[in-house]
């Protein structure tokens, strides 16, 4: 069972940077994807970025350019550098893995707050 763990989060003004970062309890070599969700108040979770094994990522539209999703598997960290942030970024973030490109995923953090004040 990877146990995953997130990290900086906090408050910060709109066009203002956070990097939140993603700690996993064991090796990610072998986990294929790891990838960042948000939910809003009132929202439904939505995948914001997403990477594989071999590097490949995906973003939704709303933060093409301005988000960056990295991960280091000798840190077994996944990280999330976000740039000129918008009030509507505000949401909680999840960090979630899976082993097998396709299907649900298997593990889920506790979340991280992010709040972007106009």
């Known amino acids: 069972q990877v146990q995953l763990v997130e990290s900086g989060g906090g408050l910060v003004q709109a066009g203002g940077s956070l990097r939140l970062s993603c700690a996993a309890s064991e090796s990610i070599f072998s986990i294929n994807v790891m990838a960042w969700y948000r939910q809003a108040p009132g929202k439904q979770r939505e995948l914001v970025a997403r990477?594989?094994?071999?590097?490949?990522?995906n973003y939704v539209d709303s933060v093409k350019g301005r988000f960056t999703i990295s991960r280091d598997n000798a840190k077994n960290t996944v990280n999330l550098q976000m740039n000129s942030l918008k009030p509507e970024d505000t949401a909680v973030y999840y960090c979630?893995?899976?082993?097998?490109?396709?299907?649900?995923?298997?593990?889920w953090g506790q979340g991280t707050q992010v709040t972007v004040s106009s």
């Open positions: 990477i594989t094994s071999s590097g490949s990522t």
């Open positions: 979630a893995a899976k082993r097998r490109f396709a299907g649900a995923y298997d593990y």
